[in-house]
């Protein structure tokens, strides 16, 4: 079942979101060369603290930590550690969420550690926002959950890919509804699997974390013994994006940008919806 939101939940889902957004900023300040992602953990559950709300990832299914943090090839889960210190040259995609007043947050970036990033790294973490960007564009009353799903592939695939060959559109994970849990039905995939269906059709009131995940190589990946990390399984290195994102009457609302993903919309020639917080 879709938990449908009325606007005043929608309201409190925006309180989770900018929580989220002020995570995210605070994370990518402290993510430096010779940072541990124990460091980035750390400063995630103070600003967390700082407004009252409470981690959505921390003991989930026993997660042992407030924020993922995938370093390279790993694709997400990734478990904050003092082990993993980032070097210059690294990508790390940072994922968190929060609950304010039972209500879920939940996003996530990609940063770059340092300088001298190879131009294919660049441009992957781009491919991979973009094609975020582009399936939240496609989130219209009358579409359904199918055409989210064809936007965000569609994008991908008609990028070209330095050095040539196609990128990997990750498989075995992909978006989600969200709403009083962080993971809720419907499961969004980022491509288009026509035994799936066309899913359900796109009405105010549905709330969704839009996250594609790509890799320079395959879509496959595998779980580490730790039962949490993703790594891809040649070794290519990986982006994640992420917004959660809500339908209203006037529009589709990104929760957890700090303008309501107006910005980003207007390039596709959508119009955010109102902020029910301005």
Not at 11 to 35: D, I, K, N
Not at 197 to 209: D, Q, R
Not at 226 to 236: E, L
Not at 243 to 249: D, G, K, M, R
Request: contains cysteine.
């Amino acid at each position: 079942m879709v938990q449908i939101k009325s606007p005043e939940q929608i309201a409190r889902m925006r309180e989770a979101g900018l929580v989220v957004a002020a995570v995210h900023a605070a994370t990518r300040v402290a993510a430096v060369p010779g940072a541990s992602t124990k460091d980035l953990d750390e400063v995630a559950r103070k600003v967390l603290a700082e407004h009252g709300a409470k981690s959505n990832f921390l003991g989930y299914g026993g997660f042992p930590a407030t924020i993922c943090t995938s370093v390279n090839e790993v694709v997400v889960h990734g478990i904050p550690s003092e082990d993993v210190v980032l070097k210059d040259g690294d990508i790390i995609s940072v994922d968190c969420g929060a609950i304010v007043d039972g209500w879920h947050g939940d996003a996530a970036y990609t940063a770059f550690v340092g300088s001298g990033h190879a131009p294919e790294l660049l441009e992957l973490s781009r491919v991979t926002e973009e094609s975020m960007w582009a399936g939240i564009a496609a989130m219209k009353q009358g579409n359904r959950l199918v055409d989210i799903s064809r936007a965000v592939e569609t994008y991908i695939r008609r990028q070209p890919k330095p050095g040539g060959g196609r990128y990997g559109i990750i498989e075995d994970y992909g978006g989600h509804g969200i709403g009083t849990e962080m993971h809720m039905d419907p499961h969004l995939l980022n491509y288009v699997d026509r035994r799936r269906g066309k899913g359900p059709k796109l009405v105010p009131g549905f709330c969704l974390a839009i996250e594609p995940m790509v890799s320079l190589g395959t879509p496959k990946t595998e779980v580490l013994r730790d039962d949490w990390t993703v790594i891809t399984t040649d070794g290519t290195w990986s982006s994640h994006w992420e917004h959660s994102v809500a339908l209203t009457e006037q529009g589709p609302l990104v929760l957890t940008a700090l303008d309501g993903g107006r910005a980003k919309l207007a390039e596709h020639g959508v119009t955010a919806a109102p902020d029910p917080l301005a």
